[in-house]
């Protein structure tokens, strides 16, 4: 069984920062490594991503405030995010794919709210 356990979320004021992070299981490490988002009554987006030799890649809306990273020993990813703005509050999951297995994995989301 496949788990993945996400953390950082919470309620920031416009500027602020937070730091998600996304933990797998070390018996199955990560090949890919993504973000997504999804706020209420938009489309679920793509925020960031990280392929296994570490090339990354960020939605414009995010570039600049956001960065993916993976402490690969920990089978572990995380999402800094600075300058929050409130268009960045949303449910966050993280998604990664695992080395000699077809499907994809999601964690069960974590809030980030923006709000002055």
């Known amino acids: 069984q496949v788990q993945l356990v996400e953390s950082g979320g919470g309620v920031v004021q416009p500027g602020g920062s937070l730091r998600l992070s996304c933990v797998g299981d070390?018996?199955?490490?990560?090949?890919?490594m993504g973000w997504y988002r999804q706020a209420p009554g938009k489309q679920r987006e793509l925020v960031a991503s990280?392929?296994?030799?570490?090339?990354?890649n960020y939605a414009d809306s995010v570039k600049g405030r956001f960065t993916i990273s993976r402490n690969k020993a920990r089978n572990t990813v995380y999402l800094q995010m600075n300058s929050l703005k409130p268009e960045d509050t949303a449910m966050y999951y993280c998604?990664?794919?695992?080395?000699?297995?077809?499907?994809?994995?999601w964690g069960q989301g974590t809030q980030v709210t923006v709000s002055s």
């Open positions: 998604n990664v794919r695992i080395w000699r297995r077809p499907d994809d994995y």
């Open positions: 070390s018996r199955f490490p990560f090949s890919t």
């Open positions: 990280m392929t296994f030799d570490t090339r990354t």
